[in-house]
Nanobody, 129 residues
Framework: DVQLLESGGGSVQAGGSLRLSCAAS????????MAWFRQAPGKGRDWVAT??????????NSADSVKGRFIIYHDNAKNTLFLQMNSLKPEDPAIYYC????????????????????WGQGTQVPVSS
């Protein structure tokens, strides 16, 4: 089993930066993909970005809405996933969730929430304008 614990959420002004962390524990050796999703109030859960930790962190992709502003990366030694969020916009507030998968899906499946079998509890990121 795998446990995911997010941290780093908090209020930030539009234009500011914030870094989220997701510490993975348990059977992390079996993880093939890790990702961030977000869910704004009254909306569905949207994919933000995915990384394949086993590829040295080089294999990543992100949603168009955050591309060029958010960076996903993974520290293998610490078993921790990060999301560096820059140039935050008023439309970025949401609960941000860390997710992980033991299946190595093709990149076209990365944005599907059902591709991930482990989830964190979420961390709140409100952005004030």
């Amino acid at each position: 089993d795998v446990q995911l614990l997010e941290s780093g959420g908090g209020s930030v002004q539009a234009g500011g930066s914030l870094r989220l962390s997701c510490a993975a524990s348990g059977a992390t050796y079996g993880l093939k993909m890790m990702a961030w999703f977000r869910q704004a109030p009254g909306k569905g859960r949207d994919w933000v970005a995915t990384i394949k930790p086993g590829d040295g962190g080089a294999d990543t992709n992100s949603a168009d809405s955050v591309k060029g502003r958010f960076i996903i990366y993974h520290d293998n030694a610490k078993n921790t996933l990060f999301l560096q969020m820059n140039s935050l916009k008023p439309e970025d507030p949401a609960i941000y969730y860390c997710a992980a998968s033991t299946v190595d899906y093709v990149s076209t499946a990365w944005r599907r929430s059902n591709a991930y079998n482990y989830w964190g509890q979420g961390t709140q990121v409100p952005v004030s304008s």
